[in-house]
């Protein structure tokens, strides 16, 4: 049984059915991430309510890969954790266990995120079921102690074919969609808070390299020059690519 008052964030491990502690935290910190202000803002007030006890929402991060989702969420919470917050992390494959997991937390003092990195499903997939009971509860009411972050490349978490399309119809000038794509909008639905992150500008991911780069004293022309050739080596600019510019910057030698 985790001591909650010791551990401030924990993994759970399917295969053994348990909770691990984490004791190397990412140390990842607001002001470290640059070009999401305002995503930055609305998830720290949602989780600023959740502190205080007041009413919050779950949380969908959702858009273009490397845009900082994931590292928002570790930099709100340690933001927080000095405050009762807490993290746990559930791999999508083990969202069948939340239920249980959930049940073990629900009468504690402390608050808890519950961080699900990466989320979708597929047509034939149904892992989303235990989901939904968490996020808006059954037959009994949802925690009131617990939140779902979760991030995503999909809006609605799902796909969505023109085959569903397909089976809309169109009355008295209303939509009514088909009962396939009901359920897949109804998922995403159940988030509160969703936080939608583009693709960045040049000038936005040279903004970002420079924040990695404070203390260069060489040339930033230069510098510049090569961090865009990196990028155009990727096919991508985002926070993920000059991070991995700035580690390659410095192990090249």
């Not at 969420?73 to 340690?78: G, L, Q, S, T």
């Not at 807490?86 to 083990?94: A, F, G, P, S």
């Not at 990195?117 to 617990?146: A, H």
Request: proline letters at 4%; aromatic letters at 10%.
């Amino acid at each position: 049984m985790i001591d909650w008052s010791q551990t401030h964030a924990a993994i759970w491990r399917q295969a053994k059915s348990y909770l691990r502690p984490v004791v190397h935290i990412d140390p990842i910190q607001l002001d470290d991430l640059v070009g999401i202000d305002q995503q930055k803002q609305r998830l720290l007030d949602n989780t600023q309510r959740f502190i205080q006890q007041k009413p919050a929402n779950n949380a969908l991060l959702w858009g273009a890969r490397g845009t900082g989702k994931s590292s928002l969420i570790k930099a709100v919470f340690n933001a927080y954790k000095e405050q009762g917050l807490r993290l746990i992390e559930v791999d999508k494959t083990d969202l069948i266990s939340l239920p249980e997991i959930v049940d073990d937390i629900r009468e504690m003092p402390q608050r808890f995120i519950i961080y699900c990195d990466d989320l979708s499903f597929e047509n034939n997939e149904t892992g989303y079921k235990p989901l939904k009971s968490v996020l808006e509860g059954s037959i009994e009411l949802p925690p009131e102690n617990v939140l779902l972050y979760a991030t995503s490349n999909r809006r609605n978490l799902v796909p969505e074919s023109m085959q569903d399309n397909l089976a809309s119809t169109h009355i008295n000038g209303e939509v009514h969609y088909a009962d396939a794509i009901e359920e897949k909008i109804s998922l995403s639905d159940r988030f509160g808070l969703r936080l939608s992150f583009y693709s960045i500008t040049q000038q936005a991911y040279l903004d970002i390299v420079a924040s990695y780069f404070a203390d260069y004293s060489g040339d930033e022309e230069q510098l510049r020059r090569e961090a865009l050739k990196f990028a155009a080596e990727r096919g991508a600019r985002s926070g993920r690519v000059a991070k991995q510019f700035y580690h390659y910057f410095y192990q090249r030698d």
